[in-house]
């Protein structure tokens, strides 16, 4: 089979990776891919597909064979991409575009999960930012201050007070910094816990969970400073037992699948729950949903999947994962996110990274994903996004999944970068009380 991924980021590399490695699978395409995914020969990229025309993927797909399509990144199917290629019959690997609103609309998220009986935290919708503001004056700080659409991973402040809350309405509301996505609001109550990613691949009736994984949103050590797209993952997470799991999926999951397909916009894709397992209850919350695979997640997720993807995906397409198992390696794999310095802010453009091949020989149990790499007039790899490599490794444990990791990344020579040094911190914490 020829399968076709969408997206050119850190996510997709992983994707191209596993897909590869799949038997069923004998050549993996990348549109637009990246010059780090070319280079490592996990896909051949097709960087002149216009991913935002249906019609141009669709020519593409019959005059290359594709077997299956799968989406990386949430604008196309937000746009309806898998809508248009399963009408015309290509196998697609991610949702329609009514049933991505769960990402794309914050609002109609929170609507679901009411009307199904899906735990989530308190909240009201306002598209005034007056009343807004009014009600988070009655509710008091801290507050949670979401944009209703899609914002990048950026469109969300948690607010410690008053004055923290009523920017970010006046920046999303009235300053339109996130332009049309932020026109509608989304005001939470703050819970507190730990937060944990979970996915499952969904075929519109049945949901297969994946192992769990757990990330670093915030930029700096010690979870600090502002939110990004996520610093680091690693997985499995330890604070998803066994009976958490099956927890999350009876609360969660199986009624969320139960719940569009009763709307009548059955869900077929990967569903990537943010949960928040709280404090006081022990029990997990949804807060958010996103109808793709986390990244970095998806880089350690990939890295411990010893199943054929290419096939579970396409059961996964025809409605057949009822028959599906898949199977892990028992090893933990981490992530360190290296990023242009600046992010999630500005940041210059076209600096240059070297050794890469010489950090992925540190050890055969690692790998280094990209996200944002490209190729100068001089054929040097250089640095065009915000996060740019992924160093992944394996090992028996937290530490020495961790260490691997820091090996490597101590050999990329990249001075303009700069990476957390921290990850993996929550679990080592575990690991080590564990151990006294």
């Known amino acids: 089979m020829t ?17 590869t490695r799949s038997p069923s699978c004998d050549t993996v395409l990348c549109a637009p891919g990246n010059a780090g995914i070319a280079q490592s020969r996990d896909a051949v990229c097709i960087s002149d597909l216009d991913i935002s025309s249906s019609d141009a993927v669709i020519s593409f797909c019959r005059k290359r064979g594709v077997g299956m399509v799968v989406v990386g ?17 290509i196998p697609t690997f991610g949702p329609s575009s009514e049933a991505a609103a769960l990402e794309g609309s914050k609002d109609f998220m929170k609507r679901l999960c009411d009307k199904y009986n899906i735990p989530t935290a308190q909240y009201r919708t306002f598209t005034d930012p007056a009343k807004a503001k009014e009600y988070i004056k009655d509710q008091g700080a801290p507050i949670v201050v979401k944009a209703d659409g899609l914002a990048a991973g950026k469109g969300v402040v948690v607010a410690m007070t008053l004055d923290e809350a009523f920017e970010a309405i006046d920046s999303m509301m009235v300053d339109e910094s996130f332009g049309s996505a932020g026109s509608r609001v989304v005001i939470e109550e703050y819970l ?5 990613s979970f996915f499952a691949l969904v075929d519109g009736e049945n949901a297969l969970p994946l192992e769990s994984a757990q990330d670093h949103k915030r930029v700096g050590d010690g979870d600090t400073g502002p939110n990004t797209g996520g610093m680091g993952a690693y997985s499995p997470a330890p604070i998803v037992t066994e009976e958490l799991k099956s927890v999350i999926m009876e609360t969660i999951i199986i009624p969320t699948v139960k719940g569009m397909a009763a709307e009548g916009c059955k869900f077929v894709g990967v569903l990537y729950a943010g949960l928040m397992i709280e404090k006081k209850s022990g029990l997990p919350k949804l807060i958010e949903y996103n109808v793709r695979f986390g990244d970095p997640e998806c880089q350690v997720l990939m890295m411990r999947l010893e199943s054929d993807l290419a096939q579970v995906l396409l059961s996964a397409c025809r409605g057949e994962l009822g028959k599906v198992s898949l ?9 360190v996110v290296m990023a242009s310095e600046g992010y999630p802010g500005s940041y210059k453009k076209g600096t240059v990274i070297k050794n890469i091949d010489k950090a992925e020989q540190v050890s055969p149990a690692v790998k280094i994903f990209h996200a944002g790499t490209a190729l100068d007039g001089d054929g040097n790899l250089v640095a065009v996004g915000g996060r740019v490599l992924g160093v992944t490794a394996k090992g028996k444990d937290i530490e020495e999944a961790r260490f691997r990791a820091y090996d490597a990344v101590d050999v990329v020579d990249w001075p303009e970068g700069f990476f957390r040094r921290d990850i993996g911190w929550r ?8 151990n006294y």
């Open 192 to 196: 507190e816990g730990e937060e944990a």
């Open 427 to 434: 679990a080592l914490k575990q690991e080590q009380t564990a």
């Open 3 to 19: 399968v076709l991924v969408i997206g050119g980021g850190g996510r997709e590399h992983a994707l191209c990776y596993a897909l």
């Open 73 to 89: 990144p949430e604008g196309p199917l937000v746009a309806g991409l898998a809508n248009d290629l399963v009408k015309a019959g």
């Open 327 to 335: 199977t892990w390696s028992p090893e933990i794999a981490m992530v």
